[in-house]
């Protein structure tokens, strides 16, 4: 139940991560935000990337075998990888639906699916 809570904080880690990165593209669709400035855009960003640090920090020590944990330091990382891909995939067919997916991408993610089975070997 640990790696599932693990995976769960990563998860909702990467999306404040995600949005942090990405979201200010999005944003600027708004008339107030470009009114902002790259000062304002950088606080907002740093602000939502509070958030990730408030659950990665504890995905990685919960879930590090040295505390307690199921996963390596090296599994934790490819775990984390792979979930920000996804995350990043989700967020950008929802907000940006101009860009698409190409078969060099399909299989880049075929890759990591087995870098992640590499790593649990």
């Known amino acids: ?67 307690g944990g199921n996963f390596s330091l090296i599994q934790l990382k490819v775990i984390q990888e792979v979930i920000t891909l996804l995350v990043f995939i989700i967020f950008s067919m929802l907000f940006f639906k101009n860009e698409s997916l190409q078969w060099n991408h399909y299989l880049a993610f075929l890759l990591l699916i087995a870098a992640v089975y590499l790593v649990f070997i």
């Open 1 to 67: 139940m640990r790696s599932f809570w693990v995976i769960v904080l990563l998860i909702a880690s990467n999306t404040f991560m995600t949005l942090a990165w990405y979201g200010h593209l999005k944003f600027a669709e708004w008339k107030w935000f470009n009114k902002l400035g790259l000062v304002g855009v950088v606080l907002i960003s740093w602000g939502l990337a509070l958030f990730e640090y408030i659950l990665q920090v504890p995905a990685n020590k919960y879930g590090y075998k040295n505390n």
